[in-house]
């Protein structure tokens, strides 16, 4: 079971979008509707961002959404703010209820 | 609503058995219908999965840890645990518990993490 694969980083200007991608196989990003994304602030736990790949649970603004295509995944941030500021980690069910992170992402707000 | 709550020693010696408790509060670890996650960051890198437990259905484990990990549930004092094995410096890290409900697939509550330190 190897890591799903992130950009290290990313960055943009306030306003501007975003998009950070999550690269797996067809045993986990492939194979399975069930990619989740989570947004992490130092020191923080993961905070559940978009899930089954392109839902927003209640209370995550709009500009986040994601997509797949494939054995990749991608979260789009529109309208990049401050407080977007974080790591990015992708998650994918992996088959017999087992599931596989990426390494994060940084997303930097110029 | 649900709430995690992790607990355990911060410094654990290598070569032993490193000992974690999740508490869940605001609801039931037996039948409330979730998978009870433990996910964990080693210093400046990634989240790994380590495994998760179904109450009276069954026990998942990452492959990659080799066996060396045990989960199980305490349904009285509603509480989780996870049992690590041979830890060696690599296992240092911020553990975190999380549940997902049954039908979900993702991780949809978390504790607030307890770091541990695996030196001798």
């Known amino acids: 079971q190897s890591a799903l694969t992130q950009p290290r980083s990313v960055s943009g200007s306030p306003g501007q979008s975003v998009t950070i991608s999550c690269t797996g196989t067809?045993?986990?990003?492939?194979?399975?509707?069930?990619v989740s994304w989570y947004q992490q602030h130092p020191g923080k736990a993961p905070k559940l961002m978009i899930y089954?790949?392109?839902k927003r649970p209640s209370g995550v603004p709009d500009r986040f959404s994601g997509s797949k295509s494939g054995n990749t995944a991608s979260l789009t941030i529109s309208g990049l703010q401050a407080e977007d500021e974080a790591d990015y980690y992708c998650?994918?069910?992996?088959?017999?209820?087992?599931?596989?992170f990426g390494g994060g992402t940084k997303v930097t707000v110029l | 609503q649900l709430q995690l709550q992790e607990s355990g020693p911060g410094l654990v010696k290598p070569s032993e058995t490193l000992s974690l408790t999740c508490t869940v509060s605001?609801?039931?670890?037996?039948?409330?219908?979730?998978?009870w996650d433990w996910i964990r960051q080693p210093p400046g890198k990634g989240l790994e999965w380590i495994g998760s437990?179904?109450?009276?259905?069954?026990?998942y484990y990452n492959p990659s840890l080799k066996s060396r990990e045990s989960i199980s549930v305490d349904t009285s004092k509603k509480q989780f645990s996870l049992k690590l094995s041979s830890v060696t410096a690599a296992d240092t890290a911020v553990y975190y518990c999380?549940?997902?409900?049954?039908?979900?697939?993702?991780?949809?509550?978390w504790g607030k993490g307890t770091t541990v330190t695996v030196s001798s």
């Open positions: 999380a549940g997902a409900r049954v039908g979900n697939y993702y991780k949809d509550v």
């Open positions: 605001g609801g039931s670890i037996s039948t409330s219908g979730y998978y």
């Open positions: 437990i179904y109450y009276g259905r069954g026990t």
């Open positions: 067809s045993s986990d990003v492939g194979g399975y509707n069930y």
């Open positions: 089954d790949v392109t």
């Open positions: 998650c994918s069910y992996a088959g017999s209820y087992t599931w596989v």
